[in-house]
C-alpha cells in the first residue's frame, strides 16, 4: 500500500470526513522520482467546529504520529468545518514552490 494510500485510510477512519484531499507534492521537491515524504492534507470535518487551528492540526499530527516520525519529511495541512470549507469556495491554499537546494547542488 502506498504512504499516500495509508494516510487517506487512516484520516478516513479516524474523523467523519465532509471531505478528504491527500496530495503527494514530493515532485515538486528535490527528491528522487516516486518519493513519498511530501504531502499536502485538506480535512474537511464538523468535528472541528469551535477548536482552534493547532487542535486540528494536533489532532491530524498525532493520528499520522509513525508516518511524521518515519517516512514524511514535510505535511502541509489545512483543516476546515463544513461551513469554512464552503465559504472558502471549497479550495484549499495553494502550496508555495519548493524553497530547497535542488538536487544538482
Not at 499520522?64 to 516520525?69: I, K
Request: charged share 20%.
Amino acid at each position: 500500500m502506498s504512504l499516500q494510500a495509508i494516510i487517506e485510510k487512516k484520516l478516513t477512519n479516524e474523523i467523519s470526513l465532509g471531505y478528504l484531499e491527500v496530495v503527494n507534492e514530493s515532485g515538486n521537491h528535490s527528491v528522487p522520482a516516486g518519493s513519498e515524504s511530501h504531502f499536502k492534507v485538506v480535512v474537511v470535518s464538523d468535528e472541528f467546529e469551535g477548536q482552534r487551528l493547532l487542535q486540528r492540526h494536533r489532532r491530524i499530527n498525532q493520528i499520522l504520529a509513525e508516518e511524521l516520525a518515519n517516512q514524511v519529511h514535510a505535511l502541509a495541512i489545512h483543516t476546515f468545518t463544513d461551513a469554512e470549507w464552503t465559504k472558502k469556495n471549497s479550495q484549499a491554499p495553494t502550496s508555495p514552490p519548493c524553497a530547497g537546494a535542488s538536487s544538482g547542488d
